[in-house]
């Protein structure tokens, strides 16, 4: 994409932001949340609102509207097929959770793919009023930034496990002996490992606050958002090998490339 182009979809997942803030923050802390769980009754619950719902269906509304070409990928509705090959990826609430719990750790994801990757993504924490905006393009510099406060962000320089701080969503996100196993042995490594963070502990990671983040069964609109953050804050985000992660499973996302060697020598 142009410059131009990635100007005007950056302007287009604002709107997209202005939407979803007003919605999520009726629904939040409330009172009056009515949940259900999108799996049977007898697997692990996997909760859904009607905010998550309004949300994503306000965002395919405008994007429609704005950018009737484009696919989307959401997590609440079917797949529109792109139409020029560039597809947003929604998550309308990441972290539904922590939503329905009034912990402010959840997030509302928004991505652009080209195609090959995302090159934009947006975080918006509607509570707290913080959106993290990262694009990540060979045709503009990578760079990422807090629109709240307008200040560029970086990564950490943490180059050791022994020092590095560790965030996860929940320990039972690993499924079977060899990834529990294996996350056990890098938070064992690790100087502090804080579970419940969702999307807002890669937000802190493209911060500088934390170092490092492991995660395992995402799927393609939990991470896609995130990925230009941390890649243009200077961090490194791959599966557990070092290959591609934009389709989900295992996520590795680490402040650097020396720190990301050494969690990848544990875990693959």
């Known amino acids: 994409m142009t410059e131009a182009g990635i100007a005007d979809c950056v302007s287009v997942a604002h709107r997209l932001c202005d939407a979803a803030q007003p919605i999520a923050l009726e629904y939040f802390r409330s009172g009056n949340l009515k949940t259900e769980s999108k799996t049977a009754q007898d697997e692990s619950y996997d909760p859904v609102t009607l905010a998550d719902r309004a949300i994503e269906t306000e965002m395919r509304n405008i994007l429609n509207e704005l950018r009737p070409e484009d696919g989307i990928l959401g997590e609440e509705w079917p797949d529109k097929p792109s139409g020029n090959g560039l597809q947003w990826v929604l998550d309308p609430i ?31 924490q509607p509570f707290t009023g913080e959106r993290f905006i990262g694009i990540d393009s ?29 965030c996860c ?19 064992r490594r690790t100087r502090l490992t804080r579970f419940g963070t969702d999307c807002y502990g890669y937000a802190m990671l493209a911060m500088g606050q934390i170092d490092l983040v492991v995660e395992s069964s ?6 896609q958002a995130l990925m230009p953050l941390v890649h243009a804050a200077g961090g490194i985000v791959t599966n557990w090998q070092g290959g591609d992660c934009q389709h989900g499973g ?15 020598k544990v875990l693959s």
């Not at 079977?176 to 056990?184: A, L, N, P, T, W």
């Not at 295992?250 to 990848?264: M, R």
């Open 169 to 187: 969503t929940a320990p039972d996100m690993f499924s079977g002996d060899d990834e529990i196993k294996k996350f056990e042995a890098i938070s």
């Open 218 to 223: 995402l799927k393609p609109y939990d991470i």
């Open 250 to 264: 295992q996520v590795i996302a680490a402040a650097n490339s020396v720190l990301h060697e050494q969690a990848l």
């Open 94 to 124: 990441d972290g539904t959770r922590a939503f329905i719990s009034g912990l402010p750790s959840w997030g509302v994801l928004i991505a652009l793919n080209d195609g090959e990757k995302p090159i934009i993504g947006m975080m918006l």
């Open 138 to 166: 060979t045709t503009q510099t990578s760079k990422l930034f807090h629109a709240s406060t307008g200040r560029d962000l970086r990564t950490s320089a943490t180059q050791s496990l022994e020092k590095a701080l560790m």
